[in-house]
Each structure stands twice: as structure tokens, then as C-alpha cells.
């Protein structure tokens, strides 16, 4: 459910939700919105560099951390429009272009948020790409593959959780990717792990709808994590108890 929203950090708006592929749920996608601050910076650094004197002379470690910063920004929204590309493939149902797309910006994520360990946002836009190789995996049907990235997706979130266990918005990132993985096991039959992982994101989410209960996404997010436990316990064979999840689902709904 959440992958165009994860990307709401301070320059995303990232609130739509993507399409479904072939009548199953989908994650969230997005795009961001351009930084004028951004463009200001690399234009003002720009115009040092080719004016010379024409500005304040920088210290050479002062000029090379700008043009890291630079290239660091520049290579992001690289990686950003890559996303577009492949968001724009799945909806077409072109999952090789999309992989490709996805894949060429998992690349550049990765060596970000190498070069960047204690980055928040580089951390969140390699989950990001993980998130989006596992949604094509998933849809492709190769089970495994999906699996293998969305695990790591859940990982890198539950290291977000602990270096910031007061984000309502870290915890949320983590009750999705836990709903991914849920949705992967129960699709390969692994219905215990399925279950282990959906009340883990239905305690999550029931947190955060007791924290903010007049928030409409967290309430979506608790019907969800009862739908997810609901399919499950449909395809265990106990009716009664998908039925209480259900039921459960749809008063929230309402």
C-alpha cells in the first residue's frame, strides 16, 4: 500500500496510489516535485565555478563537498526519473521495461547510500527501489525473487525503526513491508509464515491508529492488515474467523 507514499519525505508528494496490475493490490508509487532550493544551490555553485572571481573564492575542500553534493542530488533525480519510467512500463504491463528501469535506479541507490550510511533519505530511496523490483517480481510470478528483495526492504526499515522508533512514518514503512512479505508467503503457500507476518503489521498499524485515531491513512492501513488476515484465514478454511476479520475491515471502512 505504500510506496508512492514512502517517498514522502520533505521534497515528494507522493500521495496517489498506483493502479492494479491484473486485478491484485498494488503498493503505493510516486514522483517528487522539483526543490527550488535544489536548482538555486547547483546553479549558485555552477556560476563559481565558470566566473571564477566572479564570486566569493572557496576553500579547495569547500569547493570538492559542493560538487559532491551536486553530483549526489543530480544522481538522485536520476535515479527519481528512472522510477517514472518504470512506474509508467508496470502500468503498461511492460514488466521487462519496468524491471530494467528499476534496476538501473537500484544501482545508483545502493552507491548513495553506501557513500552515505547515515542517511535517512538515502536509506528510504534504496528501500524505495527495492520495494518497486519486489512489486515486478511479484507480478512477473517469480515468488522467490520478490521474496529476496522484499526481506531486505523489511531489513533496511527495521533499522530505520530503531534509529527512529518515534517515527510514526518508519513504522508505517515497516507494517507495508511486512504486508508485502505476507502476501509472497501466503502466495507460496507458507501460510504460517504469512500469518507471522500480517499480525505483526496488524499490531503495528493498530499502534498507530490508537496514536493518531482521527487519521484516515492509519485507519486505511488497519483495514488493510485485517483484509490481509482475513484472505488468510479464507484460505486456511476458517470461515468464522475471516468473517470477524471482515467484519472488522468494513466498520473501520465505514
Keep these: 500500500l505504500s510506496i508512492r507514499r514512502q517517498r514522502q519525505m520533505c521534497i515528494r508528494d507522493s500521495r496517489?496510489?498506483?493502479?492494479?496490475?491484473?486485478?491484485?493490490?498494488?503498493?503505493?508509487?510516486?514522483?517528487?516535485?522539483?526543490?527550488?532550493?535544489?536548482?538555486?544551490?547547483?546553479?549558485?555553485?555552477?556560476?563559481?565555478?565558470?566566473?571564477?572571481?566572479?564570486?566569493?573564492?572557496?576553500?579547495p575542500h569547500?569547493?570538492?563537498?559542493?560538487?559532491?553534493a551536486v553530483t549526489a542530488?543530480?544522481?538522485?533525480?536520476?535515479?527519481?526519473?528512472?522510477?517514472?519510467?518504470?512506474?509508467?512500463?508496470m502500468q503498461a504491463g511492460d514488466l521487462q521495461s519496468a524491471r530494467a528501469r528499476?534496476?538501473?535506479?537500484?544501482?545508483?541507490?545502493?552507491?548513495?547510500?553506501?557513500?552515505?550510511p547515515s542517511s535517512v533519505q538515502a536509506q528510504r530511496d534504496l528501500n524505495i527501489s527495492l520495494m518497486e523490483l519486489g512489486i515486478v517480481a511479484t507480478e512477473a510470478g517469480d515468488l522467490?525473487?520478490?521474496?529476496?528483495?522484499?526481506?531486505?526492504?523489511?531489513?533496511?526499515?527495521r533499522k530505520l525503526v530503531q534509529t527512529n522508533p518515534a517515527s510514526a512514518e518508519a513504522q508505517r514503512d515497516l507494517s507495508a513491508s511486512l504486508r508485502n512479505l505476507g502476501d509472497v508467503a501466503m502466495q507460496r503457500g507458507d501460510l504460517t509464515a504469512a500469518r507471522v507476518r500480517f499480525e505483526e503489521s496488524?499490531?503495528?498499524?493498530?499502534?498507530?491508529?490508537?496514536?493518531?485515531?482521527?487519521?484516515?491513512?492509519?485507519?486505511r492501513d488497519l483495514s488493510a492488515s485485517l483484509r490481509n488476515l482475513g484472505d488468510l484465514a479464507t484460505k486456511s478454511g476458517d470461515l468464522q474467523s475471516a468473517r470477524a476479520r471482515f467484519e472488522e475491515s468494513l466498520s473501520i471502512a465505514q
Design 62 to 68: 569547500t569547493a570538492r563537498a559542493g560538487a559532491d
Design 73 to 89: 542530488e543530480s544522481q538522485r533525480d536520476l535515479s527519481v526519473r528512472l522510477d517514472e519510467l518504470g512506474n509508467v512500463a
Design 16 to 59: 496517489g496510489t498506483l493502479p492494479p496490475l491484473g486485478g491484485k493490490r498494488s503498493m503505493d508509487k510516486g514522483h517528487w516535485m522539483q526543490v527550488p532550493a535544489r536548482v538555486l544551490t547547483l546553479w549558485t555553485l555552477t556560476g563559481l565555478i565558470a566566473c571564477g572571481s566572479a564570486g566569493p573564492k572557496l576553500e
Design 102 to 116: 528499476f534496476e538501473e535506479s537500484l544501482s545508483i541507490r545502493r552507491k548513495l547510500a553506501q557513500t552515505n
Design 202 to 219: 496488524l499490531s503495528i498499524a493498530q499502534m498507530l491508529a490508537q496514536a493518531k485515531p482521527g487519521s484516515a491513512e492509519a485507519q
Design 144 to 157: 522467490t525473487a520478490a521474496r529476496v528483495l522484499f526481506e531486505e526492504s523489511e531489513g533496511l526499515r
